[in-house]
C-alpha cells in the first residue's frame, strides 16, 4: 500500500547575525546552512492500517507527509502509494488520498462551508449520486447539520476542523493524511474526530496516517507508531512493544479505613501518603501487583484500589532521552 525506501530531503536556510550593518551586508553577501530534514527513511504501510507517526517540533513529520501527498519531490529515495510515485503521477495519485493539515486550510474563508465542497465535487469531478451519498454520510456523522451553510470565519477551531475532515473525504480517498488534525480542539470534539476516524478505518478500510503531538489521539486511535528523531527513524512497532520497554512501572492508589501510621511495601515506593490514603510507586516486573495489594491488606482494611500505568507521554519522552532528542 505505502512503501517509503531511503527518503532523504534537505533544505538550504538562510543565516546572519542580527544588527543593521549585518543586515546591509546580507543584500550582497548571504550565509547559508543546509538543514537535512529527512535522511534514509524507509518503511511499509499495509492497506487498512492506523500509523501513529510522531516526533518533536522540528523532527520531519510534516516533510514526510508532504512527500508522500506528492508536496515536496525528495533529493532521493522511492516512495510508492497505490503503485503511484506521489510527485510524479500527482493527477492521478490525489484522487486516491485526502490530506488535512490542521494549520491550514482548504475551504474558502468567506463562502459557507456547503460552497467550497460543491467546488471540491468539480474539481475532483464525483458524480452527484456519489457526492450527495458522501455529503450526508459526512454531515451525520460528524454532526455538521448546523454549520454548513454558515461562511467559514464565523465557525470555531473544532467546527472548521471537523469540516476540514469532510471535505477531505468528499471523494472517498483510500488514504488519508492527517497533520496535526486535533491541535486547538476542546475534549468534545476531540473525541467526535477520533470516533470518526475510527468508523471509516473500519467501515471503509481507509488507510490513515496520523500526525500529533496529543498521544491520548495516538492511544485512542494508533496500534502502531513511527517515530522520527532529527530527519531519522528512531522506532516502528507497537505501542504495546513500547509500553513493554518502557512502562514498567504502575502506580496503586489505596483507599482504606483511618490508619495513622504509614505503611511500607517492600520493593515500593510511597509517593503519598494520608490517613485514609496512599500512593506507591513500583516497578510490576520485580513485584507483582497481587503482593502489593496482599501486603497492604495485611495491615489495612481496604475499600478501594486503583491501579494505573506510566502515562504514553511519559514513555515517549523516555525514547526520545534514549536517543538524545
Keep these: 500500500m505505502i512503501q517509503l525506501e531511503g527518503i532523504s530531503k534537505s533544505f538550504k536556510v538562510a543565516e546572519r547575525s542580527a544588527g543593521l550593518k549585518q543586515a546591509a551586508k546580507a543584500l550582497f553577501v548571504r550565509k547559508h546552512r543546509t538543514v537535512e530534514a529527512l535522511s534514509e527513511i524507509s ?44 510527485w510524479k ?51 451525520e456523522t460528524l454532526d455538521l447539520h448546523t454549520i454548513i451553510q454558515m461562511p467559514v470565519r464565523q465557525l470555531s477551531l473544532g467546527q472548521r476542523m471537523r469540516c476540514e475532515i469532510a471535505a477531505s473525504l468528499l471523494h472517498s480517498p483510500k488514504v488519508l493524511f492527517l497533520d496535526e488534525p486535533t491541535i486547538g480542539l476542546d475534549a468534545v470534539s476531540k473525541i467526535a474526530v477520533r470516533d470518526f476516524i475510527k468508523e471509516i478505518n473500519k467501515e471503509k478500510g481507509v488507510t490513515v496516517i496520523l500526525t500529533t503531538h496529543d498521544m491520548n489521539d495516538i492511544e485512542a486511535l494508533a496500534s502502531r507508531i513511527l517515530m522520527i ?8 512497532g507497537s505501542l504495546q512493544e513500547l509500553r513493554g520497554r518502557f ?76 536517543h538524545q532528542i
Design 89 to 139: 503521477d500527482r493527477a492521478a495519485y490525489v484522487r486516491n488520498i485526502g490530506v488535512v493539515f490542521g494549520q491550514r486550510s482548504q475551504l474558502w474563508w468567506d463562502v459557507p462551508v456547503i460552497d467550497s465542497y460543491e467546488l471540491l465535487r468539480d474539481i475532483y469531478k464525483i458524480p452527484q449520486a456519489e457526492y450527495k451519498a458522501s455529503l450526508d454520510m459526512l454531515v
Design 247 to 322: 512502562g514498567t512501572q504502575r502506580t496503586i492508589t489505596v483507599d482504606f479505613e483511618p490508619q495513622q501510621h504509614e505503611i511500607f511495601i517492600p520493593g515500593t515506593e510511597l509517593l503519598s501518603w494520608t490517613s485514609e490514603r496512599a500512593v506507591y510507586s513500583f516497578d510490576h516486573e520485580q513485584l507483582s501487583v497481587a503482593a502489593v495489594i496482599a501486603g497492604i491488606s495485611e495491615q489495612v482494611k481496604l475499600l478501594d484500589v486503583a491501579i494505573d500505568t506510566k502515562p504514553i507521554d511519559e514513555i515517549i519522552v523516555q525514547l526520545y532521552k534514549e
Design 43 to 86: 518503511f511499509h504501510i499495509p492497506e487498512g492500517e492506523i500509523v501513529g507517526y510522531i516526533g518533536p517540533n522540528g523532527a520531519g513529520k510534516s516533510t514526510t507527509i508532504k512527500v508522500m501527498s506528492g508536496v515536496l519531490v525528495p533529493d532521493k529515495g522511492s516512495c510508492s502509494i497505490m503503485g503511484y510515485t506521489p
Design 229 to 236: 528523531g532529527k530527519g531519522t527513524l528512531l522506532y516502528d
